[in-house]
């Protein structure tokens, strides 16, 4: 069934998820804010397969479980896995599908890419949700030229949210400036290393965090550099040891990293970056970063056995959608809240 929906009536969602009364669901299945969030993912979804399909890339089906999370507990890794157990067999569930995409380029040459749930063992808050829709891709490139794509990217999903619900979306909102910005933005989007980035931002209190062998941003110092180089902005080549191990290296010595991240609306919405094509370099990192080599094996021989280049990223739907909204909660984006659960299987269950 359709409903016919008053776009003005689109202000800000109901809380309908911070308690477990039996009647939260019906609430959000009646909110016209849902509604609008629903036909948004649509369009993301629609507007990814145009362009990854425009762009030689192709969807292949991946499983939900995995033994080898992106996110190990070591170095330049800022959240857990979630484990859970199929059948008897103890795994995790994804909090990435880069390692699949990346196999999967070693079966369509193209590149490949995909839109599925991540799930990873964090405390939600405005900006994270431990649930949430990773639209990833992977590309027989290098960094550079991933970061065209992503430019590319964006640019075609904020022309189809506009040409789709751009009316929708004034009504309810009252301001889509920033998707018009984002579509109308002919150039590429500004780009800054991280370590220029570092010294924009670090006369101020708070915005660099500094543990001595690496270094990172925080979401103040990724605001405020917006602020100070544009609202669309790029910085690359991050400390080594404060992004994951299979970023390829930036310069000979390994201390920087050859990945970058796309900054707009809340802060960092895209991250991506080049892999390490070499296995012995791979077997470096893996040792730079603290990582157990032996649970990477497969992800080393695959590099001996067929070697390639390539460049990933992956993209929070749940974030984007914030920006296209100019809303300020993630936790309201999802049309299926995981919040508030609770722990035990309950007696009766009374929300999807």
Known sequence: MTQTLSASSIIHPPSVYDSNEPD?????????????????????????????????LRNLPFPLTTRTVTCPTALGSDSEPVPVSVLGVDTYLPDS??????????????????????????????THLNQYTHSEAEIPCGLEELIAYV????????????????????????????????????????????????RIVGDTEGCVRDEGSWRSLTRKGERLLMERVSEFVWVHHFDSLGVPFYQAF????????????????????IGGGERHADAEILRKSIAMHGVNEQEYAWYVRMREELPMRTAGFGMGVERFLMWVLSHGDIRDIPLISRLNETPEYPAAVIRP
């Open 151 to 198: 430019d590319g990217y964006v640019k075609a999903l904020a022309t189809a949210v506009l040409d789709q619900h751009g009316d929708r979306l004034a009504a309810a909102r009252g301001d889509i400036s920033h998707l018009e910005r984002m579509a109308g933005h002919a150039s590429a989007f500004e780009q800054v290393t991280f370590a220029e980035a570092v």
């Open 24 to 56: 939260a669901f019906v609430k959000a299945l009646r909110s016209p804010w849902y509604a609008l969030v629903a036909d948004l993912f649509h369009v993301v979804r629609t507007a990814t397969a145009e362009y990854a399909h425009g762009h030689g």
């Open 250 to 269: 930036g310069d000979e010595n390994g201390r920087t990293a050859r990945n970058a991240d796309l900054y707009f609306g809340l802060g960092e919405i």
């Open 97 to 126: 599908m880069q390692f699949a995409l990346e196999y999967g380029c070693r079966l369509a040459p193209g590149g490949c890419y995909d839109i599925q749930p991540s799930y990873r063992g964090e405390i939600p808050d405005e």
